[in-house]
């Protein structure tokens, strides 16, 4: 099945630094959506996008479809203690069915 | 309104014996996926029910089995484990068709 990739792996962070976090495909996605794991948690739904360059924001997270509809990326802004956990893209399937899931952008945000 | 609940929380088999997982879906969902996260990695697709039938199914072999119940409840059984089985293995439900997937909490699973 398609895959997607997520960079980096792993980031630390001082508090209030900015953070982003990639996700790419070698081909065309029809949408992308974003879950936050919480450590020892489950995902989270965040977002999905669907419209190539789709720019969307959620208070301090910002959410961006490239235009040719193979990258996706998550940005914030100021980052706080409460962003910690890990950052997952998906791309679920067209039968909206099956969410295949990038590997993951570990945050640690220091004090 | 309840969200997503799974049980148990957590479990340690021997290799060889059989589990069973159960979840009941969010208030009005209709449909069940399973997913399997091994540590460190994203959460992998086994299969989706729905009218207590499977309805797409990843690449897990046979030994991962399931069922719907009429009141949309599921379980995952898993005949046969292995060390490899050990995961937190995550229950979603939604809406048939619908984008958004809501997860539980999860069961971890420990392999001996």
């Known amino acids: 099945g398609q895959q997607v990739m997520q960079i980096p792996q792993y980031q630390h962070v001082q508090e209030g630094e900015d953070f982003t976090t990639y996700c790419n495909s070698s081909?065309?996605?029809?949408?992308i959506q974003w879950y936050k794991q919480r450590p020892g948690g489950h995902p989270v739904f965040l977002i999905q996008?669907?419209?190539?360059?789709e720019v969307k924001k959620q208070k301090r997270l910002t959410f961006q479809f490239g235009e040719a509809k193979k990258n996706s990326s998550l940005h914030i802004t100021a980052t706080q203690t409460t962003d910690v956990g890990t950052y997952f893209c998906?791309?679920?399937?067209?039968?909206?069915?099956?969410?295949?899931f990038g590997s993951g952008t570990q945050l640690t945000v220091l004090p | 309104d309840a969200g997503v609940t799974q049980s148990p929380t957590h479990l340690i088999k021997t290799r060889g014996q059989q589990v069973t997982l159960r979840c009941s879906p969010k208030?009005?969902?209709?449909?069940v996926s399973w997913y399997q996260q091994a540590l460190g990695q994203g959460p992998q697709f086994i299969f989706q029910?729905?009218?207590?039938?499977?309805?797409q199914r990843g690449n897990f072999p046979d030994r991962f089995s399931g069922h719907q119940f009429p009141n949309y409840s599921s379980e995952l059984n898993v005949n046969a484990l292995l060390l490899g089985d050990s995961a937190l293995y995550l229950c979603?439900?939604?809406?048939?068709?619908?984008?958004?997937?809501?997860f539980g909490p999860g069961t971890r699973l420990t392999v001996l």
């Open positions: 998906a791309r679920l399937g067209s039968s909206a069915r099956q969410l295949t």
């Open positions: 996008l669907v419209k190539s360059g």
């Open positions: 979603a439900s939604s809406l048939v068709g619908g984008n958004e997937q809501f």
């Open positions: 029910y729905y009218e207590e039938e499977e309805r």
């Open positions: 081909t065309t996605l029809s949408n």
């Open positions: 208030s009005g969902h209709d449909t």
